[in-house]
T-cell receptor, first 110, second 117 residues
Framework: GQNIDQPTEMTATEGAIVQINCTYQ??????LFWYQQHAGEAPTFLSY????GLEEKGRFSSFLSRSKGYSYLLLKELQMKDSASYLC???????????FGRGTQLTVWP | GAVVSQHPSRVICKSGTSVKIECRSL??????MFWYRQFPKKSLMLMAT?????????EQGVEKDKFLINHASLTLSTLTVTSAHPEDSSFYIC?????????????FGPGTRLTVT
């Protein structure tokens, strides 16, 4: 099975940097994903880590340490539109199957 | 990017009736699609894996007789909520992978908001 833990809520101001942490336990590792979800909408893909290290994509970066069961999503130069829920998820044994954490609701203040 | 559509986007039904939700991959083929449900302010919960031409695989605790899944073609999967009750009210989201690609990315539909009165 999978167990994913991430903070419920975070706040930050426009232009700042925020780091959203995710810890997990899993019986079989098949990659770690980060998704963004605005209220009432479907999730959109942000990043994928399967090897240890940092993956950078524009203002968003994601880090993975498999030995520690730990990942974080780093958001730079925050904008108001970044206010959303950020979902840490683990890949299942079948490609495409995802198991989601509860999500971290990020609120960006002006 | 690839597009997945869902229909309807919102549906209200009476308790005891059945509701069908469609999930379509618009510009790619998907032998496998996935159904999730999400309660307000909660995360997505994987319900089942829909397999084209064969039976769906349900996650533990999901009633297969209540949530009927049919994946009749490479671009369409349907979820039927049978004998719906108010506790089935939820946001249902499907996702699909492009079968022709060997990568990890999958695409989510826009979701269907079901309200059972």
């Amino acid at each position: 099975g999978q167990n994913i833990d991430q903070p419920t809520e975070m706040t930050a101001t426009e232009g700042a940097i925020v780091q959203i942490n995710c810890t997990y336990q899993t019986s079989g590792f098949n990659g770690l994903f980060w998704y963004q979800q605005h209220a009432g909408e479907a999730p959109t893909f942000l990043s994928y880590n399967v090897l240890d290290g940092l993956e950078e994509k524009g203002r968003f970066s994601s880090f993975l340490s498999r030995s520690k069961g730990y990942s974080y999503l780093l958001l730079k130069e925050l904008q108001m539109k970044d206010s959303a829920s950020y979902l840490c998820s683990l890949g299942g044994s079948t490609l495409g199957r995802l198991y989601f954490g509860r999500g971290t609701q990020l609120t960006v203040w002006p | 990017g690839a597009v997945v559509s869902q229909h309807p986007s919102r549906v209200i039904c009476k308790s005891g009736t059945s509701v069908k939700i469609e999930c379509r991959s618009l510009d790619f083929q998907a032998t496998t699609m996935f159904w999730y449900r999400q309660f307000p302010k909660k995360s997505l919960m994987l319900m089942a894996t829909s397999n084209e031409g064969s039976k769906a695989t349900y996650e533990q605790g999901v009633e297969k007789d209540k949530f009927l899944i049919n994946h009749a073609s490479l671009t369409l999967s349907t979820l039927t909520v049978t004998s719906a009750h108010p506790e089935d009210s939820s946001f249902y989201i499907c996702s699909a992978r492009d079968t022709g690609l060997v990568d990890y990315e999958q695409y989510f539909g826009p979701g269907t908001r079901l309200t059972v009165t």
